[in-house]
Protein backbone atom coordinates (compact mmCIF):
# COMPACT_ATOMS: atom_id res chain seq x y z
CA UNK A 1 0.00 0.00 0.00
CA UNK A 2 0.95 3.72 -0.65
CA UNK A 3 0.51 4.71 2.62
CA UNK A 4 2.46 6.60 5.14
CA UNK A 5 2.71 3.83 7.99
CA UNK A 6 3.35 4.92 11.77
CA UNK A 7 7.14 4.53 13.01
CA UNK A 8 5.58 2.22 15.73
CA UNK A 9 7.33 -1.14 15.62
CA UNK A 10 4.49 -4.21 14.95
CA UNK A 11 5.17 -7.28 15.31
CA UNK A 12 2.95 -10.22 13.25
CA UNK A 13 2.50 -12.89 14.93
CA UNK A 14 2.68 -16.03 13.15
CA UNK A 15 -0.84 -17.48 14.85
CA UNK A 16 -3.20 -17.02 11.66
CA UNK A 17 -6.88 -18.16 11.73
CA UNK A 18 -8.85 -19.10 8.80
CA UNK A 19 -12.13 -20.27 8.27
CA UNK A 20 -12.65 -24.22 8.40
CA UNK A 21 -15.80 -25.74 6.24
CA UNK A 22 -15.47 -28.94 8.78
CA UNK A 23 -17.18 -26.86 11.69
CA UNK A 24 -20.55 -27.39 11.58
CA UNK A 25 -23.84 -27.08 13.23
CA UNK A 26 -27.07 -28.64 12.74
CA UNK A 27 -30.54 -26.93 12.74
CA UNK A 28 -33.92 -28.00 11.50
CA UNK A 29 -34.34 -28.58 8.01
CA UNK A 30 -38.04 -26.63 7.69
CA UNK A 31 -40.29 -26.64 5.02
CA UNK A 32 -43.82 -25.76 4.13
CA UNK A 33 -46.53 -27.70 6.20
CA UNK A 34 -48.08 -29.58 3.04
CA UNK A 35 -44.80 -31.24 2.02
CA UNK A 36 -44.17 -32.07 5.67
CA UNK A 37 -47.31 -33.94 5.95
CA UNK A 38 -46.45 -36.03 2.59
CA UNK A 39 -42.56 -36.85 3.97
CA UNK A 40 -43.98 -38.02 7.05
CA UNK A 41 -46.46 -40.05 4.66
CA UNK A 42 -43.48 -41.43 2.46
CA UNK A 43 -40.82 -42.52 5.58
CA UNK A 44 -44.13 -44.32 7.66
CA UNK A 45 -45.13 -46.24 4.54
CA UNK A 46 -41.69 -47.73 4.79
CA UNK A 47 -41.40 -51.01 5.76
CA UNK A 48 -39.72 -51.58 9.74
CA UNK A 49 -36.81 -53.08 8.36
CA UNK A 50 -35.92 -50.24 5.68
CA UNK A 51 -36.73 -47.11 8.25
CA UNK A 52 -34.19 -49.07 10.46
CA UNK A 53 -31.41 -49.18 8.09
CA UNK A 54 -31.91 -45.54 6.87
CA UNK A 55 -31.45 -44.07 11.05
CA UNK A 56 -28.60 -46.42 11.55
CA UNK A 57 -27.18 -44.86 8.25
CA UNK A 58 -27.57 -41.64 9.51
CA UNK A 59 -26.18 -42.42 12.78
CA UNK A 60 -23.37 -43.98 11.75
CA UNK A 61 -22.50 -40.94 9.38
CA UNK A 62 -23.25 -38.13 11.59
CA UNK A 63 -22.42 -39.20 15.13
CA UNK A 64 -19.01 -38.64 15.21
CA UNK A 65 -19.79 -35.12 14.19
CA UNK A 66 -21.95 -33.89 16.78
CA UNK A 67 -22.05 -35.12 20.42
CA UNK A 68 -25.33 -36.76 20.58
CA UNK A 69 -27.02 -36.98 17.16
CA UNK A 70 -29.89 -38.93 18.31
CA UNK A 71 -30.87 -36.20 20.54
CA UNK A 72 -30.74 -33.48 17.88
CA UNK A 73 -32.48 -36.15 15.39
CA UNK A 74 -35.66 -36.46 18.59
CA UNK A 75 -35.43 -32.79 19.08
CA UNK A 76 -36.06 -31.65 15.45
CA UNK A 77 -38.80 -33.80 15.25
CA UNK A 78 -40.68 -32.50 17.98
CA UNK A 79 -40.00 -28.95 16.54
CA UNK A 80 -41.43 -30.06 13.52
CA UNK A 81 -44.58 -31.65 15.07
CA UNK A 82 -44.94 -28.97 17.19
CA UNK A 83 -45.75 -27.16 13.95
CA UNK A 84 -48.55 -29.04 12.79
CA UNK A 85 -52.42 -29.90 13.45
CA UNK A 86 -52.41 -33.32 13.95
CA UNK A 87 -51.01 -34.58 17.20
CA UNK A 88 -50.88 -38.54 16.31
CA UNK A 89 -47.42 -38.29 15.33
CA UNK A 90 -46.89 -37.73 19.61
CA UNK A 91 -47.33 -41.37 20.10
CA UNK A 92 -45.04 -42.84 17.62
CA UNK A 93 -42.62 -45.38 18.41
CA UNK A 94 -38.67 -43.63 19.28
CA UNK A 95 -37.52 -45.45 15.86
CA UNK A 96 -39.90 -43.81 13.96
CA UNK A 97 -39.55 -40.33 15.58
CA UNK A 98 -35.76 -40.66 15.31
CA UNK A 99 -35.65 -41.90 11.46
CA UNK A 100 -38.51 -38.07 10.89
CA UNK A 101 -36.05 -36.15 13.11
CA UNK A 102 -32.88 -37.40 10.53
CA UNK A 103 -34.72 -36.25 7.46
CA UNK A 104 -35.64 -32.56 8.81
CA UNK A 105 -31.87 -32.29 10.08
CA UNK A 106 -29.77 -30.37 7.84
CA UNK A 107 -25.93 -29.12 8.67
CA UNK A 108 -24.57 -25.94 8.22
CA UNK A 109 -20.91 -25.04 7.58
CA UNK A 110 -20.36 -21.89 10.35
CA UNK A 111 -17.31 -20.60 9.22
CA UNK A 112 -16.63 -22.05 5.42
CA UNK A 113 -16.51 -18.57 4.09
CA UNK A 114 -14.90 -16.21 6.25
CA UNK A 115 -13.76 -15.70 10.19
CA UNK A 116 -12.87 -12.40 11.35
CA UNK A 117 -13.09 -8.93 13.11
CA UNK A 118 -12.07 -10.68 16.28
CA UNK A 119 -11.94 -9.58 19.91
CA UNK A 120 -10.15 -10.62 22.89
CA UNK A 121 -10.49 -10.65 26.39
CA UNK A 122 -8.81 -12.02 29.63
CA UNK A 123 -10.37 -15.76 29.83
CA UNK A 124 -12.87 -15.50 32.80
CA UNK A 125 -10.41 -18.29 34.66
CA UNK A 126 -6.88 -18.11 35.13
CA UNK A 127 -5.69 -21.48 36.22
CA UNK A 128 -2.32 -20.91 37.80
CA UNK A 129 -1.47 -24.36 37.36
CA UNK A 130 -1.21 -23.87 33.20
CA UNK A 131 0.57 -20.41 33.27
CA UNK A 132 3.90 -19.21 33.57
CA UNK A 133 5.27 -15.76 35.14
CA UNK A 134 3.60 -13.28 33.83
CA UNK A 135 1.19 -15.14 31.42
CA UNK A 136 -2.26 -14.58 31.01
CA UNK A 137 -5.16 -16.64 29.52
CA UNK A 138 -7.69 -15.05 27.16
CA UNK A 139 -10.75 -15.93 24.94
CA UNK A 140 -11.01 -14.52 21.68
CA UNK A 141 -14.18 -14.11 19.93
CA UNK A 142 -14.81 -13.63 16.02
CA UNK A 143 -17.29 -13.50 13.56
CA UNK A 144 -17.97 -16.12 11.66
CA UNK A 145 -19.68 -16.62 8.13
CA UNK A 146 -20.83 -19.27 6.25
CA UNK A 147 -23.50 -20.63 3.90
CA UNK A 148 -26.01 -17.59 2.99
CA UNK A 149 -23.99 -15.14 4.48
CA UNK A 150 -25.30 -15.77 7.65
CA UNK A 151 -22.98 -14.78 10.12
CA UNK A 152 -22.41 -15.63 14.17
CA UNK A 153 -19.89 -15.66 16.84
CA UNK A 154 -17.70 -18.54 17.35
CA UNK A 155 -14.21 -17.99 20.22
CA UNK A 156 -10.68 -19.59 20.57
CA UNK A 157 -8.84 -19.82 23.67
CA UNK A 158 -5.05 -18.89 24.37
CA UNK A 159 -2.35 -18.39 26.20
CA UNK A 160 -0.11 -14.60 26.05
CA UNK A 161 3.25 -15.15 27.87
CA UNK A 162 5.54 -12.03 29.67
CA UNK A 163 6.43 -10.81 25.51
CA UNK A 164 2.66 -10.51 24.37
CA UNK A 165 3.45 -13.58 22.42
CA UNK A 166 0.78 -15.80 22.04
CA UNK A 167 0.29 -19.88 21.88
CA UNK A 168 -3.56 -21.41 21.41
CA UNK A 169 -4.95 -24.06 22.85
CA UNK A 170 -6.28 -27.02 20.74
CA UNK A 171 -9.60 -26.41 18.76
CA UNK A 172 -12.30 -28.63 18.74
CA UNK A 173 -13.85 -29.98 15.58
CA UNK A 174 -16.75 -30.20 17.33
CA UNK A 175 -19.45 -26.98 17.73
CA UNK A 176 -22.06 -27.34 20.17
CA UNK A 177 -25.88 -25.78 19.69
CA UNK A 178 -26.96 -23.74 22.86
CA UNK A 179 -29.76 -24.26 24.47
CA UNK A 180 -32.07 -21.77 24.50
CA UNK A 181 -33.85 -19.80 27.76
CA UNK A 182 -36.39 -17.87 26.75
CA UNK A 183 -37.01 -14.62 28.42
CA UNK A 184 -40.15 -14.91 30.96
CA UNK A 185 -41.36 -11.64 30.76
CA UNK A 186 -40.50 -8.28 28.54
CA UNK A 187 -41.06 -4.98 29.44
CA UNK A 188 -43.70 -2.63 27.55
CA UNK A 189 -41.28 0.09 28.22
CA UNK A 190 -38.33 -1.11 26.14
CA UNK A 191 -40.73 -2.06 23.05
CA UNK A 192 -42.16 1.29 23.41
CA UNK A 193 -38.47 2.87 23.12
CA UNK A 194 -37.42 1.03 20.61
CA UNK A 195 -40.09 0.96 18.32
CA UNK A 196 -40.59 4.56 18.55
CA UNK A 197 -36.91 5.02 17.76
CA UNK A 198 -37.71 3.08 14.55
CA UNK A 199 -40.75 4.94 14.06
CA UNK A 200 -43.07 2.43 14.51
CA UNK A 201 -44.38 2.91 17.20
CA UNK A 202 -47.56 4.86 16.40
CA UNK A 203 -49.29 2.45 14.25
CA UNK A 204 -49.15 -0.55 16.42
CA UNK A 205 -49.67 1.49 20.28
CA UNK A 206 -53.29 -0.71 20.13
CA UNK A 207 -51.95 -3.71 20.70
CA UNK A 208 -50.03 -2.27 24.08
CA UNK A 209 -52.39 -0.69 25.52
CA UNK A 210 -53.97 -4.28 25.99
CA UNK A 211 -51.15 -5.34 27.16
CA UNK A 212 -49.46 -4.94 31.39
CA UNK A 213 -46.15 -3.68 32.14
CA UNK A 214 -44.73 -6.64 32.16
CA UNK A 215 -46.13 -8.98 29.07
CA UNK A 216 -45.01 -12.57 27.88
CA UNK A 217 -45.23 -13.60 24.55
CA UNK A 218 -48.26 -15.51 24.62
CA UNK A 219 -49.76 -12.27 25.93
CA UNK A 220 -48.18 -10.28 22.88
CA UNK A 221 -49.28 -12.96 20.43
CA UNK A 222 -52.84 -12.85 22.28
CA UNK A 223 -52.75 -8.56 21.85
CA UNK A 224 -51.71 -9.37 18.19
CA UNK A 225 -54.58 -11.63 17.12
CA UNK A 226 -57.04 -9.17 19.15
CA UNK A 227 -56.09 -6.41 16.99
CA UNK A 228 -56.11 -8.39 13.30
CA UNK A 229 -59.87 -9.11 14.49
CA UNK A 230 -61.16 -5.59 15.01
CA UNK A 231 -58.89 -4.01 12.00
CA UNK A 232 -57.37 -5.18 8.79
CA UNK A 233 -53.94 -4.44 9.34
CA UNK A 234 -51.79 -2.01 6.70
CA UNK A 235 -48.24 -3.36 5.25
CA UNK A 236 -47.00 -0.62 7.44
CA UNK A 237 -48.50 -2.49 10.80
CA UNK A 238 -47.42 -5.64 9.32
CA UNK A 239 -44.02 -4.48 9.30
CA UNK A 240 -44.26 -2.96 13.08
CA UNK A 241 -46.14 -6.38 14.04
CA UNK A 242 -43.37 -8.36 12.32
CA UNK A 243 -40.78 -5.85 14.02
CA UNK A 244 -42.33 -7.05 17.34
CA UNK A 245 -42.00 -10.31 17.11
CA UNK A 246 -38.32 -9.72 16.31
CA UNK A 247 -37.65 -7.71 19.08
CA UNK A 248 -39.07 -10.67 21.13
CA UNK A 249 -36.77 -13.35 20.05
CA UNK A 250 -34.11 -10.95 20.05
CA UNK A 251 -34.11 -11.12 23.95
CA UNK A 252 -33.40 -14.19 25.56
CA UNK A 253 -30.72 -16.08 26.93
CA UNK A 254 -28.46 -19.08 26.09
CA UNK A 255 -26.48 -21.62 28.07
CA UNK A 256 -23.77 -24.61 26.97
CA UNK A 257 -23.00 -27.50 28.52
CA UNK A 258 -20.47 -26.92 31.24
CA UNK A 259 -17.90 -29.34 29.87
CA UNK A 260 -17.92 -28.10 26.19
CA UNK A 261 -14.58 -26.34 25.44
CA UNK A 262 -14.62 -22.43 24.83
CA UNK A 263 -13.93 -23.68 21.19
CA UNK A 264 -17.47 -25.52 20.94
CA UNK A 265 -19.61 -22.78 21.51
CA UNK A 266 -21.30 -20.91 18.87
CA UNK A 267 -23.79 -18.06 18.99
CA UNK A 268 -26.17 -18.59 16.08
CA UNK A 269 -28.90 -16.11 14.87
CA UNK A 270 -32.09 -17.61 16.11
CA UNK A 271 -33.19 -18.21 12.35
CA UNK A 272 -32.83 -17.30 9.28
CA UNK A 273 -36.43 -15.43 9.68
CA UNK A 274 -35.16 -13.92 12.67
CA UNK A 275 -31.92 -12.78 12.13
CA UNK A 276 -29.58 -13.00 8.95
CA UNK A 277 -26.37 -11.82 11.08
CA UNK A 278 -24.85 -11.36 14.25
CA UNK A 279 -22.09 -8.57 13.27
CA UNK A 280 -18.57 -7.49 15.19
CA UNK A 281 -19.18 -8.11 18.49
CA UNK A 282 -16.82 -6.13 20.79
CA UNK A 283 -16.37 -7.95 24.03
CA UNK A 284 -14.63 -5.92 26.98
CA UNK A 285 -13.71 -6.85 30.56
CA UNK A 286 -15.85 -4.22 33.12
CA UNK A 287 -14.85 -3.64 36.32
CA UNK A 288 -18.46 -3.28 38.46
CA UNK A 289 -16.45 -1.47 41.00
CA UNK A 290 -16.81 -3.98 43.81
CA UNK A 291 -13.66 -6.61 42.82
CA UNK A 292 -16.21 -8.41 40.32
CA UNK A 293 -16.05 -8.67 36.24
CA UNK A 294 -18.46 -9.21 33.74
CA UNK A 295 -18.15 -9.54 30.14
CA UNK A 296 -20.31 -7.38 27.59
CA UNK A 297 -20.51 -7.29 24.12
CA UNK A 298 -22.13 -4.81 21.76
CA UNK A 299 -23.15 -6.21 18.95
CA UNK A 300 -25.67 -5.83 15.28
CA UNK A 301 -28.17 -7.86 14.76
CA UNK A 302 -29.11 -7.72 10.87
CA UNK A 303 -32.69 -9.28 9.65
CA UNK A 304 -32.20 -8.32 5.96
CA UNK A 305 -34.03 -5.24 6.41
CA UNK A 306 -33.37 -3.58 9.53
CA UNK A 307 -30.25 -3.10 12.22
CA UNK A 308 -30.57 -4.30 15.54
CA UNK A 309 -28.42 -2.94 18.52
CA UNK A 310 -27.75 -5.84 20.65
CA UNK A 311 -25.78 -6.76 23.86
CA UNK A 312 -24.22 -9.85 24.81
CA UNK A 313 -23.81 -10.10 28.67
CA UNK A 314 -22.03 -12.98 30.36
CA UNK A 315 -19.85 -14.02 33.28
CA UNK A 316 -18.28 -17.12 32.54
CA UNK A 317 -18.99 -17.77 28.68
CA UNK A 318 -20.91 -20.66 29.15
CA UNK A 319 -24.02 -18.62 30.22
CA UNK A 320 -24.98 -15.68 27.81
CA UNK A 321 -27.81 -12.76 28.40
CA UNK A 322 -29.10 -11.39 24.82
CA UNK A 323 -30.82 -8.43 25.11
CA UNK A 324 -32.03 -5.47 22.87
CA UNK A 325 -30.27 -1.96 23.37
CA UNK A 326 -32.76 1.06 22.83
CA UNK A 327 -32.40 4.84 23.32
CA UNK A 328 -32.13 7.37 20.11
CA UNK A 329 -28.53 6.61 20.41
CA UNK A 330 -28.93 3.45 19.59
CA UNK A 331 -29.18 3.22 16.15
CA UNK A 332 -26.04 2.55 14.40
CA UNK A 333 -23.20 0.24 13.98
CA UNK A 334 -20.13 -0.21 15.76
CA UNK A 335 -20.51 0.50 19.42
CA UNK A 336 -17.85 -0.46 21.93
CA UNK A 337 -18.08 -0.13 26.16
CA UNK A 338 -15.54 1.53 28.07
CA UNK A 339 -14.63 -0.92 30.45
CA UNK A 340 -15.45 0.79 33.57
CA UNK A 341 -17.78 3.48 34.45
CA UNK A 342 -16.88 7.19 34.15
CA UNK A 343 -18.20 9.79 36.53
CA UNK A 344 -20.66 6.92 37.67
CA UNK A 345 -22.28 6.47 34.53
CA UNK A 346 -21.81 3.70 32.02
CA UNK A 347 -20.15 4.85 28.60
CA UNK A 348 -19.76 3.88 25.27
CA UNK A 349 -17.88 4.88 21.96
CA UNK A 350 -20.38 5.10 19.06
CA UNK A 351 -20.28 6.42 15.37
CA UNK A 352 -23.90 7.61 15.61
CA UNK A 353 -23.84 9.04 11.67
CA UNK A 354 -22.18 6.56 9.89
CA UNK A 355 -18.85 8.75 9.35
CA UNK A 356 -17.56 10.23 13.11
CA UNK A 357 -16.79 9.13 16.77
CA UNK A 358 -18.82 10.00 19.17
CA UNK A 359 -19.18 9.07 23.24
CA UNK A 360 -22.50 8.26 24.74
CA UNK A 361 -23.45 7.86 28.63
CA UNK A 362 -25.68 6.27 30.49
CA UNK A 363 -27.19 5.21 33.51
CA UNK A 364 -28.51 1.93 31.79
CA UNK A 365 -26.79 -0.11 29.98
CA UNK A 366 -29.68 -0.98 27.86
CA UNK A 367 -30.90 2.80 27.23
CA UNK A 368 -28.66 5.32 25.30
CA UNK A 369 -28.55 8.75 23.97
CA UNK A 370 -27.44 12.30 23.29
CA UNK A 371 -24.30 11.16 21.71
CA UNK A 372 -21.36 13.78 21.57
CA UNK A 373 -19.09 14.46 18.70
CA UNK A 374 -15.27 13.84 19.88
CA UNK A 375 -13.67 13.54 16.54
CA UNK A 376 -14.46 13.82 12.90
CA UNK A 377 -12.20 12.28 9.51
CA UNK A 378 -8.80 14.20 9.37
CA UNK A 379 -6.46 12.54 7.80
CA UNK A 380 -6.80 11.32 4.24
CA UNK A 381 -6.09 7.38 5.18
CA UNK A 382 -9.80 8.09 6.90
CA UNK A 383 -11.41 10.94 4.73
CA UNK A 384 -14.57 9.00 4.18
CA UNK A 385 -14.90 7.59 7.65
CA UNK A 386 -14.03 6.45 10.85
CA UNK A 387 -15.24 4.03 13.91
CA UNK A 388 -13.55 2.48 16.91
CA UNK A 389 -11.60 -0.80 16.60
CA UNK A 390 -12.84 -1.78 19.75
CA UNK A 391 -13.62 -0.99 23.98
CA UNK A 392 -10.87 2.04 25.28
CA UNK A 393 -7.70 0.68 26.82
CA UNK A 394 -6.82 2.29 29.77
CA UNK A 395 -3.34 3.53 30.58
CA UNK A 396 -1.83 5.82 32.71
CA UNK A 397 -1.65 8.71 30.55
CA UNK A 398 -5.02 8.19 29.02
CA UNK A 399 -7.72 6.30 27.24
CA UNK A 400 -6.28 4.35 24.46
CA UNK A 401 -8.51 4.33 21.57
CA UNK A 402 -7.84 2.13 18.78
CA UNK A 403 -9.81 3.05 15.30
CA UNK A 404 -10.03 2.45 11.99
CA UNK A 405 -10.40 4.77 9.28
CA UNK A 406 -11.27 4.61 5.21
CA UNK A 407 -9.20 6.09 2.73
CA UNK A 408 -9.29 5.64 -1.12
CA UNK A 409 -10.53 2.70 -2.82
CA UNK A 410 -12.32 1.74 0.53
CA UNK A 411 -9.01 0.75 2.13
CA UNK A 412 -9.50 0.17 6.16
CA UNK A 413 -6.34 1.07 7.74
CA UNK A 414 -5.72 1.35 12.08
CA UNK A 415 -5.04 4.47 13.77
CA UNK A 416 -5.36 5.68 17.70
CA UNK A 417 -6.09 8.54 19.43
CA UNK A 418 -5.78 9.01 22.94
CA UNK A 419 -8.73 10.41 25.45
CA UNK A 420 -9.14 12.15 28.86
CA UNK A 421 -9.08 9.61 31.62
CA UNK A 422 -11.79 11.59 33.00
CA UNK A 423 -13.42 13.05 30.63
CA UNK A 424 -12.77 11.16 27.62
CA UNK A 425 -14.92 13.71 24.96
CA UNK A 426 -11.35 14.96 25.02
CA UNK A 427 -8.91 14.04 23.08
CA UNK A 428 -5.26 14.42 24.66
CA UNK A 429 -3.01 12.63 21.36
CA UNK A 430 -3.43 11.18 18.30
CA UNK A 431 -1.57 8.94 15.95
CA UNK A 432 -1.11 10.79 12.52
CA UNK A 433 -0.51 8.19 10.37
CA UNK A 434 -2.03 4.87 10.35
CA UNK A 435 -1.00 2.11 13.22
CA UNK A 436 -1.54 -0.92 10.72
CA UNK A 437 -2.63 -0.82 7.11
CA UNK A 438 -2.82 -3.91 4.70
CA UNK A 439 0.37 -5.92 3.63
CA UNK A 440 0.07 -7.34 0.24
CA UNK A 441 -0.84 -10.58 1.30
CA UNK A 442 -3.14 -9.34 3.22
CA UNK A 443 -5.17 -6.94 0.28
CA UNK A 444 -7.19 -9.68 -1.59
CA UNK A 445 -10.10 -11.70 0.36
CA UNK A 446 -14.63 -10.93 0.93
CA UNK A 447 -14.04 -7.47 1.00
CA UNK A 448 -10.63 -6.46 -0.17
CA UNK A 449 -7.79 -3.78 0.96
CA UNK A 450 -9.39 -3.99 4.45
CA UNK A 451 -7.56 -4.52 8.04
CA UNK A 452 -10.23 -4.27 10.95
CA UNK A 453 -10.11 -5.02 15.04
CA UNK A 454 -12.99 -5.39 17.36
CA UNK A 455 -10.62 -4.80 20.45
CA UNK A 456 -7.35 -6.07 22.13
CA UNK A 457 -5.61 -6.16 25.40
CA UNK A 458 -2.55 -5.17 27.25
CA UNK A 459 -0.44 -7.32 28.83
CA UNK A 460 2.85 -6.40 30.48
CA UNK A 461 3.76 -3.22 28.68
CA UNK A 462 2.52 -4.93 25.03
CA UNK A 463 -0.72 -3.99 23.09
CA UNK A 464 -1.72 -7.72 21.86
CA UNK A 465 -4.01 -6.90 19.05
CA UNK A 466 -5.94 -9.80 16.89
CA UNK A 467 -7.24 -8.33 13.59
CA UNK A 468 -8.88 -9.50 10.60
CA UNK A 469 -7.80 -9.67 6.94
CA UNK A 470 -10.09 -8.26 3.90
CA UNK A 471 -13.40 -9.72 5.86
CA UNK A 472 -11.83 -13.62 5.35
CA UNK A 473 -8.77 -14.49 7.48
CA UNK A 474 -7.76 -13.15 10.62
CA UNK A 475 -4.05 -13.02 12.76
CA UNK A 476 -2.88 -11.18 15.57
CA UNK A 477 -0.16 -8.15 16.26
CA UNK A 478 1.34 -6.64 19.09
CA UNK A 479 3.32 -3.54 19.59
CA UNK A 480 4.90 -2.02 22.63
CA UNK A 481 2.42 0.47 24.41
CA UNK A 482 5.31 3.07 24.93
CA UNK A 483 6.31 2.78 21.58
CA UNK A 484 2.83 3.88 20.34
CA UNK A 485 2.20 6.69 22.68
CA UNK A 486 5.83 8.05 22.33
CA UNK A 487 4.61 8.57 18.65
CA UNK A 488 1.39 9.90 18.78
CA UNK A 489 1.63 14.11 18.87
CA UNK A 490 -0.71 16.12 21.40
CA UNK A 491 -4.22 17.65 20.39
CA UNK A 492 -4.58 21.45 20.78
CA UNK A 493 -7.79 22.08 22.41
Not at 191 to 198: G, N, Q, V
Not at 365 to 373: A, R, T
Request: charged share 30%; net charge neutral; with cysteine.
Amino acid sequence: MDYMQSKVKIYRQKVSFVPLQSRVITKVFDLDKVRIYKIFDRILKLSDKERQKILNQAIHNFKNRHKNIQRIFKDNFDTIVSRLEITIYNSLSLEKKLTIGAYFTLEYSIEAAALFNPSMVPHPFQNPKELGEDELKVIISFRAVGEGHMSSIVFRSGIIDKNGDIRMDPGSPLVENAKIIHSVEYKKADFAHKLTDMGEYECVREIFDELLESFTYDELKESIRIFREKHKPTQKQEEAIDLMRWIVRSNYEIEFDDESDVSERVIFPRSTTDVRAIEDARFVSFDQGDGTTIFYAPYTAYNGVSILPQLIETRDFFRFRISTMTGPGSQNKGMALFPEKINGKYAIVSRNDNENLYIMYSDKLSYWENPILIREPKYPWEFIQIGNSGSPLKTKKGWLLLTHGVGPVRTYSLGAVLLDLKDPTKIIAELKDPLLIPTEKERNGYVPNVVYACGGIIHNGWVVLPYAASDTRSGIVKFKLDDLINQMVPVKE
